[in-house]
């Protein structure tokens, strides 16, 4: 398991997806005296975590544990699949281990599971619901004095924003939990410095600060050496690998990357060796050594089981990632027909996954490959689309640009408010003039001004325009027409501050399409989109205008109803449930079709903030789902 990157044309700050270093402090840090046979469960995911599943599926299959041990048998098997990457059973493990825990009077149990289950929201493409977790950790540890169990929430908030790229949140967490982990010599905590260390050369590479990096990435492997944790030691290495990439001393980050690798390989991590492959061969494209070509050659066959290993794991990113780097390959060596089938792959995928991030990049390579071979005309076009893509993909994705946009607007308007503001005056000192002047040159300074003075407003009011366009573009789901998560989420705040202050009731809903990915799977995905344009015609048509619905996910909506109690927003609900189930003419012929929700539904409290209660409305929606789907729980 590997922390994954990408840098792209447009030099944005390299964005950490999903997956960060494993962190294994639960016998270490957290300060919980686990049973022998429990610690030496937690000791063994360092080597063979494939092993540890096996071994606890096995135990959980005895009746007679109590709820404390299966919490922590869950907690465990929440450690172990998330060493292997396994995302969605890590989150299953943890929150089952967060549920077994509350029903014990295991307090520290409770909040080490909560940052359990933080970690593991970690590795989902939105892990935004993990900070709420992690927060309540942090929270109870300060109150209660645990410094271990403030250095494990600390570490857990930094990865997540690390994770969504928010660079200065994370160091500063990770550097808290750095610092305070040090000052525990009595308690041994200092030991688990090392472990932080290797988070802050995240960020620092996160940051292109890859010489930053270095020092605190060989603090870690040293460490990993000395306490023969292969899985870390693996991680360290290949973040080694890819600093010294960065700066160019290719001899020093190929023998990093063949270390990790070969750990990788003799622990059984699939998804480790496949990472390493990845930034190992494109280290090397980047190189224009002539040896190595030949590396690259030898490696090829490694790349194409990455590429495989990235599939069967749906890590549709990193198979994105590493089949791109497969087709500079290819194009490099002249193999044109074999670069155009890659080619034709990552535009699937693209299309099939809807993921833009790395489109105008793909063209770009697709418009090289036509220009070799020849067709200059299909190959500006391509040009063109890559162009169109990438300015796209800012508008849609880059809250930075958009925000920055914005800011340029207001200053641009308060500049021609300033330049109105200044004629006004030109022209009433023209008029006090008008007795001591010709009246022609008078006639002919109004003039200019009126003329100035209409084309600075016509300027004031095309400028207005396109700001509204870009609001609406920055507020809309394009697909249903209903608001985007970024817009709901904001929407939902102001509201959320409303109802508090005019003490109003104020109830939020989440809602899950059920079996949405067999409808995907088994018609395709413009199907798929006719299904959510039908919801959101429903949605327009059964709920008021003051009501705030959006879509925050692929099949994922978010219901706010101010000034409205939960008891009449469900019936209104279900009604809408009932309704959806009504299809209509272009969904009718697909006879095993069935639009119906999960869903959760909570009144926002007072004093809670809006992520958690984002998150109780989220639990209650898997418990919909775990109760057989197609209901309303609340």
């Known amino acids: 398991m590997k922390f994954e990157c990408f840098v792209f044309p447009s030099k944005l700050l390299l964005s950490v997806l999903a997956a960060l270093t494993f962190f294994i402090v639960s016998t270490n840090a957290s300060g919980i005296d686990w049973p022998e046979d429990k610690a030496t469960l937690l000791d063994e995911i360092n080597h063979h975590p494939t092993d540890v599943i096996s071994t606890i599926e096995n135990r959980l299959k005895n009746a007679s544990l109590?709820?404390?041990?299966?919490?922590?048998?869950?907690?465990?098997?929440?450690?172990?699949?998330?060493?292997?990457?396994?995302?969605?059973?890590a989150l299953a493990a943890a929150k089952k281990a967060l549920l077994l825990a509350r029903k014990t009077e295991d307090s520290e149990l409770v909040q080490v599971c909560n940052i359990k289950v933080a970690r593991a929201y970690d590795t989902m493409a939105d892990p935004t619901p993990g900070i709420d977790y992690a927060q309540q950790a942090l929270a109870w540890a300060i109150e209660n004095q645990f410094p271990s169990i403030q250095v494990d929430a600390l570490i857990a908030l930094g990865s997540i924003n690390l994770t969504t790229v928010n660079l200065v949140e994370a160091l500063d967490y990770f550097t808290q939990a750095y610092r305070l982990a040090q000052q525990q010599q009595e308690s041994g905590m200092d030991a688990v410095a090392p472990h932080i260390a290797s988070f802050i050369a995240l960020v620092y590479e996160a940051q292109e600060k890859s010489r930053s990096a270095i020092p605190y990435f060989e603090e870690s492997a040293r460490y990993y050496r000395q306490t023969d944790n292969q899985v870390e030691l693996s991680n360290s290495l290949y973040g080694l690998g890819l600093a010294y990439g960065k700066i160019h001393q290719l001899d020093k980050a190929v023998d990093y990357f063949n270390e990790s690798m070969a750990i990788s390989v003799e622990i059984g991590d699939k998804q480790g060796e496949a990472y390493t492959t990845q930034a190992l061969f494109d280290v090397l494209l980047s190189s224009n050594e002539e040896h190595s070509s030949e590396q690259l050659a030898q490696l090829m066959p490694m790349l194409d089981e990455a590429i495989d290993t990235f599939r069967q794991s749906n890590n549709v990113h990193l198979q994105v990632g590493t089949l791109l780097i497969k087709a500079k390959w290819l194009e490099r060596n002249a193999l044109l027909e074999q670069a155009f089938e890659v080619i034709e792959q990552l535009e699937t995928?693209?299309?099939?996954?809807?993921?833009?991030?790395?489109?105008?990049?793909?063209?770009?390579?697709?418009?090289?490959?036509?220009?070799?071979?020849?067709?200059?005309?299909?190959?500006?076009?391509?040009?063109?689309?890559?162009?169109?893509?990438?300015?796209?993909?800012?508008?849609?994705?880059?809250?930075?640009?958009?925000?920055?946009?914005?800011?340029?607007?207001?200053?641009?308007?308060?500049?021609?408010?300033?330049?109105?503001?200044?004629?006004?005056?030109?022209?009433?000192?023209?008029?006090?003039?008008?007795?001591?002047?010709?009246?022609?040159?008078?006639?002919?300074?109004?003039?200019?001004?009126?003329?100035?003075?209409?084309?600075?407003?016509?300027?004031?009011?095309?400028?207005?325009?396109?700001?509204?366009?870009?609001?609406?573009?920055?507020?809309?789901?394009?697909?249903?027409?209903?608001?985007?998560?970024?817009?709901?989420?904001?929407?939902?705040?102001?509201?959320?501050?409303?109802?508090?202050?005019?003490?109003?009731?104020?109830?939020?809903?989440?809602?899950?399409?059920?079996?949405?990915?067999?409808?995907?799977d088994t018609y395709g995905h413009q199907v798929g989109d006719e299904v959510l344009r039908h919801v959101g015609e429903r949605i327009k048509r059964d709920f008021r205008n003051t009501d705030i619905i959006g879509r925050i996910g692929g099949e994922e909506f978010l219901f706010v109803f101010p000034a409205t109690a939960c008891e009449e927003v469900a019936v209104a609900l279900r009604q809408f449930m009932d309704e959806c189930k009504v299809l209509p003419a272009a969904l009718a012929a697909y006879p095993d079709i069935k639009v119906a929700f999960s869903m959760g539904l909570v009144d926002a409290k007072d004093q809670e903030s809006v992520t958690h209660t984002l998150a109780r409305a989220d639990n209650l929606m898997y418990q919909a789902k775990a109760s057989g789907k197609d209901q309303l729980v609340h």
Request: aromatic share 10%; proline share 1%; net charge negative.
């Open 349 to 520: 995928l693209m299309a099939e996954h809807d993921i833009i991030l790395q489109k105008a990049t793909i063209l770009s390579l697709k418009a090289k490959l036509l220009a070799d071979s020849g067709d200059y005309a299909a190959a500006y076009q391509t040009l063109q689309s890559a162009r169109q893509e990438e300015i796209k993909r800012r508008q849609e994705t880059d809250e930075e640009r958009f925000q920055q946009l914005r800011a340029g607007f207001e200053l641009d308007q308060k500049e021609y408010e300033n330049r109105l503001l200044a004629e006004t005056n030109a022209r009433q000192t023209a008029e006090l003039a008008i007795n001591k002047r010709d009246q022609t040159i008078v006639a002919l300074v109004i003039a200019v001004l009126v003329v100035l003075f209409f084309a600075i407003v016509f300027m004031y009011f095309s400028i207005k325009r396109q700001h509204q366009q870009l609001e609406k573009l920055a507020q809309t789901d394009e697909l249903t027409g209903l608001y985007n998560r970024r817009q709901t989420f904001l929407l939902l705040e102001r509201e959320k501050k409303l109802a508090v202050r005019q003490n109003q009731p104020l109830s939020v809903a989440i809602a899950d399409l059920d079996d949405f990915k067999y409808i995907n």
């Open 66 to 89: 109590s709820v404390h041990e299966q919490a922590q048998f869950h907690y465990i098997l929440s450690d172990a699949y998330y060493a292997l990457f396994l995302g969605d059973e």
